[in-house]
């Protein structure tokens, strides 16, 4: 049941942080999924680098959300996205 929740919240932040970054109509459901599972690992990741704590569940979705977009951008910059 774990990997359903995680496939299904993963698709939610991959879709809001393609909706952020403006690449939307490019994404089908498996890259919003994908960057949605490793773009959330990256945003909670570097909010530990920096010192920045997620207290909350809004606090914690913003930070997934975030970590999203910074994986587009990423993604972006080397050309997979345009």
Known sequence: MSWIV??????IIGWLGSI???TNAQM??????LVGIVGSSLGFWL???LGVAAY???AQWIVA???AAALIFLLKALG???
Request: glycine fraction near 22%.
């Open 47 to 49: 909010a530990g680098v």
């Open 65 to 67: 959300v975030l970590g």
């Open 6 to 11: 995680t496939i299904v919240v993963g698709g």
């Open 56 to 58: 909350g569940a809004i």
């Open 28 to 33: 089908g459901i498996i890259a919003n999924v």
């Open 20 to 22: 952020v970054m403006k």
């Open 80 to 82: 997979i996205f345009k």
